[in-house]
């Protein structure tokens, strides 16, 4: 989900994030959105926010990327806004990206908005020459380092990278994986 971020950023494109591991409620989600032309505090009734933040998405041509990170932990009233207020309404919000990172895939195909869904797994990256490739100045990240980290890691991107960033200082899980 970093990674998104940083390329919306590097394009000058708004996003906003959004952890479902510590964003609670559905009033916290909205309170985190910055779309142009919403403002959450210009009602207190949840059901005012949420018509006023669907009129501001469909007003908007301004590309905002709107990232979940986690969404498998969210609360159920966060999963029926998404997909009801959101998801199902993407052919009426010109402007809005939608990135959802999660274990487990949606089950999207039979839904209407299943045309405009594109879902991808992110592998594990076994292969310890791509992990060596960005170590190179560090002697202490020998292959056989790399190989049992692999092990212990399983090639995760997200914890490798962490594990090589705390200990030698060498990668970044804001790294473009796909490059590698």
């Not at 966060?78 to 998801?87: A, R, Y």
């Not at 908005?113 to 560090?138: Q, R, T």
């Amino acid at each position: 989900s970093n990674e998104f971020r940083m390329l919306a950023s590097h394009l000058g494109i708004d996003d906003t994030f959004i952890d479902c591991k510590t964003t609670t409620d559905l009033a916290s989600v909205l309170q985190l959105i910055q779309i142009i032309g919403f403002n959450p505090q210009a009602d207190e009734l949840i059901g005012a926010q949420r018509r006023a933040l669907m009129v501001a998405l469909k007003k908007s041509q301004q590309p905002h990327l709107l990232i979940f990170d986690a969404l498998d932990s969210a609360q159920k009233e966060v999963n029926e806004w998404l997909v009801n207020d959101i998801l199902s309404r993407l052919r009426y919000y010109p402007g809005l990206i939608v990135c959802i990172c999660s274990k487990e895939p949606m089950q999207y195909s039979k839904t209407v908005w299943g045309d405009k869904a594109v879902a991808f797994e992110l592998k594990p990256i076994l292969d310890p020459g791509a992990w060596l490739s960005i170590c190179e100045k560090d002697p202490d990240a020998s292959p056989g380092f790399i190989e049992n980290l692999l092990k212990f890691t399983l090639g995760q991107p997200k914890l490798t990278s962490e594990v090589l960033l705390k200990n030698h200082g060498l990668a970044s899980s804001s790294s473009d994986w796909s490059q590698r």
